[in-house]
């Protein structure tokens, strides 16, 4: 079973068999960042009670180690496993950096486990009557030859907003830890699934700014992330959030640090390539554009499935995996932006709850999307904001933002508009917990390791979170500006112009492909015949759709792409 994620952790490997004493068996694959031979796992504690397996990175483990008086012999595992020793969940909160882990308490016999505020590393727990597995990765239960039946209302979830909200999965007996989970296993089997949420001092969030709080907190939060024992590198959008960081791993490692960029020439879009390479000549960086053609695409696409729990929801999923695979030949670590738009209201779909929650803004800007989708039949956009506009609730709101429902023949019909008025925080908070750490971070995670690559979003530690939540969420859009406070901030490290530049997150042009280089592709693919989708959606059906937008007469770039994800990813999973 540790061989299915070998791949994840190529520098060693490690087990554990209690088994004969009513214990777990635990296993691990490293990926050398933080550590020598020093940071072997599992590792148990120095008094012997406790054994952890532990994935990710504690940036502070240093001082923490001088807090509370513990050798960490240059590891933050050692670190880790002593400090559970003197506080035992206390030290949760403690801790900057990603990470999910399980403990083993030998006296107990109970095994904690637990993933990060944010949910940057996923962890799963496979049930069955006589044992219970947790696990990485899914792989590793289908190496197991462990059920894995597929969840008919989960796919549904699925194929109307692209990821199944946890701790649901695609399969019926496997469950994901939410962000900020604390699961306990006794010896009996029985699984308690709690938050460690509620340890964070209730200070968090109540407070007023203070003059530079926003600047100094980026600069240390970045400059934490930047801990390793191995070169880091970036990856670099045209957009101020990855430009912030590459300003300050620059400024920090004294030499340019490489960013890796996407670029393409075959499509009817611009790459963001330009705006990358005038963001590595202000800030002194050296640029490595990655070039992506339509087939290359393809391949990143048909090849990064199998390490996906459930299929794609994002077309830059391909990207990410071949920009994963190039910079792998040169760092072990990357930083990346993720979490800055969820975190700090920079979607314009804030700007537009924004507006929806003063009366006559909200009743023009109904109108306006309204006028301006019959205009344009074609736009996927408009549509979906037009769904979102006039779904039942608030709740489904939130969902249809991401939803492919618009142009799906299924679950049009939501009902009347019946909570109209915008919810800025309450659609921070569904993002913080379901796009973010089901679609962002997952993919992240998946298509680094996939290629031996640790992704760090380096925004994303809870002291920005602190700072998240004491704005007022009104303040931070203007008409159809977002993310208002951190652009401002970020002009201290980057300059107004690139601060004032908005992120385009790698347009892929795929829309232009399926129409041409890609289209014998998608139509093979939508055509399958032994496929679970057809209870679904109609072979028929999708051909049509396919059809119609080959013909121009509208965009169903991503309804197309979400079924041919998830025919693909059946292929291999199913």
Known sequence: MLNAIAFRGPDGNGLCDLTNN????????????IGGTSAEQPMWS?????????????????????????????SDTRL????????????????RGQFAFAIWDSVREVATLITDAFGILPLYIHQQPSSVYWASSARVFRAGNLPLTLNDSSIDQLLDLRFV???????????????????????NRDVSIDSWIGLIPKSLGAHSIGENEFEHTIRRVVTRSLRADQKVGIFLS???????????????????????????????????????????????IEIVPVE??????????????????????????????????????????????????????????????????????????????????????????????????????????????????????????????KDR????RGLRDHDLQGYLPQVLLERADRMGMANALEIRPAMLDLDMLKLAKALDPKTQTKLMDTKIGFRRAASEFVGNEIASRKSRGFPIPLSSWIKNELSDLFQQTLQSENTILNSHVSREARIGYLTDHIAGRRDHTLLIFTWASFILWEEFWV
């Not at 999965?169 to 010896?187: H, M, N, S």
């Open 421 to 424: 008025k915008g919810d800025l």
């Open 292 to 417: 992506i053609d339509p087939h290359n695409w393809w391949r990143g696409f048909s090849q990064s499935i199998q390490f996906r729990e459930s299929p794609p929801a994002e077309i830059a999923d391909p990207v990410m995996f071949l920009l994963s695979e190039r910079a792998s030949k040169d760092v072990k670590v990357v930083l990346s932006g993720e979490g800055v738009d969820e975190l700090f209201y920079g979607y314009p779909k804030f700007a537009i709850e924004n507006l929806l929650s003063k009366p006559v803004p909200r009743i023009f800007i109904r109108g306006a999307i309204n006028i301006f989708s019959i205009g344009n039949p074609r736009s996927a956009r408009l549509s979906r904001l037009k769904f979102a506009l006039n779904s039942g609730t608030k709740q489904k709101r939130f969902e249809a933002y991401f939803s492919t429902a618009p142009v799906a023949e299924p679950r049009k019909v939501r009902g009347a508009p």
């Open 238 to 284: 045209g957009g101020v959030d990855s430009a912030v960081i590459a300003s300050l791993a620059s400024e920090h490692s004294g030499e340019p640090v490489k960013a890796f960029t996407a670029t393409w020439s075959v499509g009817n879009q611009d790459s963001e390539l330009s705006a990358a390479q005038d963001t590595a000549k202000e800030l002194n």
């Open 46 to 74: 120095k008094d012997g009670r406790y054994l952890i397996t532990f994935n990710g990175e504690i940036y502070n483990f240093e001082q923490l180690a001088h807090d509370f008086e513990i050798d960490h012999e240059g």
């Open 80 to 95: 880790l496993v002593e400090l559970w020793g003197k506080i035992n969940s206390r030290s949760i909160p403690l801790l």
């Open 22 to 33: 009513g214990g777990p068996l635990l296993g691990h694959t490293r990926l050398a960042v």
């Open 165 to 187: 909200s946890p701790p649901n999965t695609v399969f019926e007996e496997v469950t994901k830890l939410q962000p900020g989970a604390i699961v306990e296993i006794k010896e």
